[in-house]
């Protein structure tokens, strides 16, 4: 026996009702996909090896959990009990198998350990993961006989009317011994005309064999919801983000407002940091200790060191040390990488820029494909001119550089450590350290013109009226 534990989820289904082109269960939930919700609730819990089944739309699912899981193909959609088993090979070995669903996405390791660990206790053949509703419309009742023993479960179709009234209701999550639910499984009948074959079936015939099932009660209903449709997605989308700021903050992050913040279930932040209102704080993002973000930052993909500021701007796929600050109103593109203590101002575009320690894009600039040094100062209308049509080209910018403002540094073109670079200059060859480079013509003064040009404005339009 390889391992006490493997688990099985079921991703095979069609997904009809979310009206799609994306796999049901690929749909993003606080950030994550709703099948790696569950995955990783199986793997915090315990499960030795993962297996997910697939079949509609599969490839999508294993091109986004590549070789994290194991997977079985379900090629015909025969049901959930005839899902299961083409799992069998890929479980063989382990004493016990979980089995959930793809689409719960609310699901947490802690209540899958209390099921796994009242399985073992009970030596049952099966735990069913049950839930107490006071509308259980639409749910697979679970049927008891007088002792309180687990006889069946009756989907509510076939329920009679003392049996709809029951309000223990199935989830279709269950941790079972794995030769009783395969030996049971194979001697499943077809449920309906479509020859389907379904795993609630297997109580029956684990109740008939004398085998016990025995149940745990999800203590938050919610936890089990599947989301079929894009309402339901929604409501699990508004938990989980709850559940996320409520972590957060008693880890030690003050929300301004935690309604309006937007945090996705991957970021990591620093204990002290301030998040003020309307802000987005996604896709892996890693947030250090004494930030402060917003009002209105959009973080994705990013990493901010500790005491990081960023208002009304939009911070894409890049790094930002200690001390930096950016905005309001700028946005960093991907591929950006900021040292300690730079600047980024008003109405900066910055794209697969490095920028040194100390420097500053204080206002209006577009810095792409540049390496800008330490103690730089960037004048406002400063662009770098990276394209010719065809190649994107690179901008150099030596230390303790100056760059007057409205300058277009044409690359590829490196200005040197302590050079100037005058007012209004388009730069198109290198500038020597310490050099001043002018580039723009000489101005001319022509004395008295102004009061002819409007002498003779005037003769044109009569009274002077413009």
Sequence with gaps: MDHPLHAVILAAGLGKRMRSNRAKVLHPVAGRPMVEHVVRAAEGAGAGRVVVVVGHQGEQVQALLGDRVVYAWQHQPLGTGHAVLQAEAAVAGAQDVLVLYGDTPLLEADLLRQLIDAHRRSGAAATLLTAQ?????????????????????????????????????????????????????????????????????????????????????????????????????????????????????????????????????DVEIGRDTVIFPNTVVAAGSRIGEGCRLGPGAHITGSVLGNQVQVWYSVVEDSQLGDGCRVGPFSHLRPGCRLAPGVHIGNFAELKNAEVGPGSKVNHHSYLGDAQVGAGVNIGAGTVTVNYDGFRKHRTIIEDEAFIGCNANLVAPVRVGQGAYVAAGSTINQDVPPGALAIARERQVNKEGWAARWRQRARGRNGDGVR
């Design 133 to 265: 509703l006071d509308d259980p419309t639409g749910y697979g009742r679970i049927v008891r006989d007088e002792a309180g023993r687990v006889v069946r479960i009756v989907e509510e179709a076939d329920a009679t009317p003392p049996q709809r009234a029951i309000r223990e209701v199935n989830t279709g999550m269950a941790c079972f011994r794995r030769e009783p639910l395969f030996d049971s499984l194979r001697r499943l009948t077809p449920a309906n005309a479509q020859g389907e074959y379904y795993l609630v079936d297997v109580v029956a015939l684990l109740h008939q064999q004398g085998l016990a099932v025995h149940t745990v009660t999800a203590p938050d209903p919610r936890q089990v919801e599947g989301v079929n449709d894009r309402e339901a997605l929604a409501r699990a989308e508004a938990i989980l983000r709850d559940r996320i700021r409520k972590r957060w903050m008693a880890a030690g992050v003050t929300l301004i407002d935690p309604a309006s913040a937007w945090i996705d279930d």
